[in-house]
């Protein structure tokens, strides 16, 4: 229940209650164009495809701090006091169960609220009981699990993570290789709910949670979303790369003085960060495939602690291009930007079209989500796809198909019969 949740549930209440606009979900505001281009059909996509109502959503969570959604938004400081009175008894009533928790995967936090138990299986069937509980209390339908927790540390897969069984026994023996987020994404693996990852860690990007979310038919997507920076860079490196201009260089630093911020301070938890940032370039511009323009790049990525901003974040971009005749240029991006306020709706997103998709029977790793991820998770044997526009496409097409309609390839020669 930190910056980007409870953003993303005090915003859904406002929106609800008409006094905030929804701008920024594709599921709200989006539409998708369905057959020729001189047909005139462009509905929105939530009059496409059955998704969820804001009226019919229901909020809960998990955190190591106590506080209650209004008191944990208005730590996060993210919306404004005056706009958040407006739906305090809705946020007041959402108070956090006891967390799967251990510092050894976030250094930089400390908190109470924090279940006990003799081993990680033991945790995660309490984490399964909250689930079944709430269900229960509030006669809910269905329910979709979004990690929206700290970043935990840098992992790598390990044995243990290679099946079903060999990851249970390692919960079983508290091994140091099942982190937190992996205990609830198996908690809600086994309930058969949809699980989304928000954060950088890895989670259930492991070839064990893949085999329980097809088993269960959960279908699952991740991780890391992609807001501010690297949304940026991947809505200015495909239209680099599509001109066939040269990148030398792409230095890219930022500031922010959340919780966020601090946790990502710690070495071991940035690791994973810059993990996810950096690989996004590689994929975007295929050295392999244009290795003058971009096999030399020199790609750095910083990010800075800076409590004065708090979660208002400022990146800086200086990308250093090469033109015709080899001529250098340079290309500087100023952004100053609120990483929550990007964050929240696509959190709504996400749960929407994971709901959509588990009632369409789709399970796994769902690919055409990765339009919200820095490291979108992909199938073994592909490489992720990054350019924005791609995913959009691929997005839109999903749902066309799951609605019976043609697929758009934008060939459009018919035009011209
Ligand atoms: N805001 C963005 O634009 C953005 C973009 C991409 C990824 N993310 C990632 O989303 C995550 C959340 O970001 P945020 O800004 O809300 O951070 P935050 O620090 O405000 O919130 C994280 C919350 O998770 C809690 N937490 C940590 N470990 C937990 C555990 N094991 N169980 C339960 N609760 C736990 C913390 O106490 C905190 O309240 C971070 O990992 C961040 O890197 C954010």
Redesign the pocket.
Known sequence: ?????TTFIAGALLIRKGLAPSIGSLTERGTVRLGKRNEGRSPLIKDFVPLASLDDLVFGA????EENGFE?ATT?GVIEPALLEQVRPELEAIR?WA????QR??KR?M?TNVKQGPNKRDLAEQVRADIRAFKQEHGLDRLVMIW?????IFMTPAPEHESIAAFEAAMDSNAESIS??MV?AYAALKEGIPYAN????LSADIPALDRLALDNGSPVAGK?????QTLIKTIVAPGLKARLIGVAGWYSTNILG???G???DDPESFKT?EESKKSVLDYILQPELYPDLYDDLCHVVRINYYPPRG?NKEGWDNIDLVGWLGYPMQLKINFLCR??I??APIVLDLVRFLDLAKRAGMSGVQEWLSFYF?SPAHAPGLYPEHDLFIQLMKLKNTLRFLRGEDLITHLGLEYYD
Do not use: H, Q
């Not at 998990?62 to 701090?65: A, E, K, L, R």
């Not at 890391?224 to 501010?228: A, I, P």
């Open positions: 229940m930190g910056a980007v949740s998990w955190d190591i701090f944990a996060a956090p967390a799967v928790f251990d995967y976030v936090l908190g929206c927790g700290s970043t935990e937190s987020s609830y928000a954060a950088p860690n890391d979303l992609k807001t501010g959340n919780r966020d601090e946790v990502l960060k979660d990483d929550s990007l964050a820095k």
